[in-house]
């Protein structure tokens, strides 16, 4: 068979151009900006071993037709293009058109064209090409934004995409809207007349408030292709007026005389005022480029009310309460107070105080439940005592120490036997101070002492008296001695005593006995004389009688022991 070239295969298309027939609806095929584009013909609707020749063309815009390349089926691909597409294509092995590096131009209609032995179809594919823009930036920010005065915020850019990108702005993660409470933004969009691509701007003007102080404004671009874009995020300063003014009070807790305090004067304007006046107790003190006055080494005088305004605008003041706290006391006597037994002691504790306070007593570090009372002191008052007063965190003590003296006496001269009974224990108590020295008029061992409490002294010495005698104790100290005696008998004197008393309790219970006995005696014989009287049966005895003979009956018993 005679190939047919492409000369005639052109003559063919002519020929047959009244059976040439749009195979399939216009189809749109997208494509990104750079990258090559790869168009489709007939998508497998002809056989390839049918196709005697395949041709690419386009739709140049102004009706007129441009030719790319063909391939027939037995030649390889030829390029015909002299344009702008020279050296972009070429022919895939399923008939598609590649199309290098894409661009806005190439946003036009592509025809396959296919010629079958008896039949000729077209194949138009239309083509977009998409670019995402190459970024998103803000200019021409504003330096500072002033409260309820509407001002050119930023200007917001996305470059370079096609179709233009849409351009949103965002204040702390939240989108503004045109229109919305003191926000105006106004949008435009510039094509590059060399590369057709689309430049989106939009400038945000916005009325700013107090609660902008730490806002967040940004802007995104979205697009058909690739993920939102965000810039970087910016803030501004807030400025406005002073509105209210406070004083603050920067001192020590407790404040205490010799403290130094420091006045700080507080407004809400920004930028902040600098210049102050401070209003001492009468006294107006300016002070410049500073918020602070210190009171240096305060007094109890210092205690009142202070202020601070603006210069420029005196009738902004504000006002703070300063207290000066303090605690003082005087205790009378302080020190060491010696006095005489019985005598009286009177105490005068005063306090001066900025607030109430709380006063407590302890004695040898023991408390007390009341301020102590010295009408006729007692050996036993002697001790420590300590006043102390408390008024938050402030304290203070005071003191004295309190020693009662006078001359020993002799509380109490006592007697008794040893736990084994071979012994006798003399035990003389005394009161005195300073402590009286004990002596004794015999001679006895194991003597013991007990300490030396409140003004008092216990001591015990042993004795084995083999007579009859009498026993001194004799206390003894700087102002005086005091003496006492007690009768101690022998072992022997004991032993006959006690028999003694075993002998008269015997004879007292056989006594007893007897006298009970004979009032029971008359008590039965009127009673039977009584049952006699009265025609009583004589076995008809009373409670009270059988109750008094067992009262008799126990006593004999005890009489027999």
């Not at 400025?239 to 003014?245: K, L, M, P, Q, V």
């Not at 504790?349 to 040898?364: A, H, Y």
Request: proline fraction near 4%.
């Amino acid at each position: 068979m005679h190939l047919l070239s492409v000369g005639s295969l052109g003559s063919l298309v002519f020929l047959f151009a009244t059976v040439l027939r749009q195979a399939s609806s216009l189809e749109t095929v997208v494509g990104m900006y750079g990258q090559t584009l790869e168009i489709p013909c007939n998508k497998g609707a002809v056989k390839a071993e049918d196709v005697l020749m395949t041709k690419w063309k386009y739709d140049k815009g102004d009706g007129h037709g441009g030719d790319l390349l063909v391939r027939t089926k037995t030649e390889s691909v030829s390029v015909i293009a002299t344009d702008e597409y020279k050296g972009r294509i070429n022919m895939a092995a399923n008939s598609s058109l590649l199309l290098s590096a894409a661009k806005l131009s190439d946003q036009r209609t592509f025809t396959c064209m296919v010629v079958l032995s008896l039949d000729i179809y077209e194949y138009p594919v239309n083509v977009v090409v998409y670019k995402a823009p190459a970024g998103v930036e803000i200019s021409d920010k504003a330096p500072e934004l002033e409260i309820g005065k509407p001002t050119k915020l930023a200007t917001c850019v996305a470059k370079d995409a096609n179709p233009a990108a849409n351009v949103t702005w965002v204040k702390n993660n939240k989108p503004l809207a045109d229109g919305g409470k003191g926000v105006s933004i106004r949008g435009s969009v510039q094509v590059d007349p060399v590369t057709g691509l689309s430049t989106t701007s939009s400038t945000l003007e916005y009325s700013a408030t107090k609660e902008d102080a730490d806002a967040q404004f940004s802007c995104s671009a979205r697009h058909q292709v690739g993920k939102e874009m965000m810039s970087s995020e910016l803030t501004f300063t807030i400025t406005y007026s002073t509105e209210n003014i406070i004083l603050q009070v920067i001192a020590p807790e407790p404040l205490l005389e010799g403290d130094n305090v420091t006045l700080k004067c507080v407004a809400d304007g920004n930028p902040a005022p600098t210049s102050f006046n401070f209003h001492l107790k009468g006294d107006v003190i300016p002070v410049k480029n500073t918020n602070t006055y210190t009171l240096a080494h305060v007094s109890r005088d210092t205690t009142g009310e202070y202020q601070c305004s603006l210069i420029d605008n005196p009738a902004m003041m504000a006002s703070k309460d300063v207290t000066v706290n303090y605690l003082d006391i005087n205790l009378s006597p302080t020190g060491n107070v010696i006095k005489k037994a019985g005598e009286a002691l009177e105490l005068s504790f005063q306090i001066d105080s900025s607030g109430e306070s709380k006063v407590s007593w302890t004695k040898d570090n023991v408390k007390l439940d009341k301020e102590p009372k010295f009408n006729k002191l007692k050996y036993s008052d002697s001790g420590r005592y300590e006043g102390e007063v408390e008024m938050g965190a402030l304290r203070r003590r005071a003191s004295f120490d309190l020693v009662v003296e006078g001359a020993p006496v002799i509380k109490q001269l006592s007697k008794h036997r040893s736990e084994d009974g071979q012994h006798k224990v003399l035990i003389c108590e005394a009161e005195g101070s300073p402590k009286p020295s004990v002596s004794w008029s015999i001679n006895g061992t194991s003597h013991d002492e007990s300490p030396f409490v409140n003004g008092k002294v216990t001591h015990k010495i042993t004795v084995v008296p083999t007579v009859n005698l009498t026993v001194s104790c004799t206390v003894s100290n700087e102002f005086g001695e005091d003496t006492r005696d007690i009768n101690v008998s022998s072992h022997q004197s004991d032993d006959a005593d006690q028999t003694k008393l075993v002998v008269g309790v015997v004879v007292g219970l056989l006594i007893a006995a007897m006298v009970i006995g004979l009032a029971y005696g008359i008590y039965q014989k009127k009673s039977k004389q009584g049952s006699w009287k009265t025609g009583e049966k004589e076995n008809g005895s009373s409670e009270e009688e059988r109750k008094l003979e067992e009262k008799v009956e126990e006593n004999s018993q005890k009489a027999e022991v």
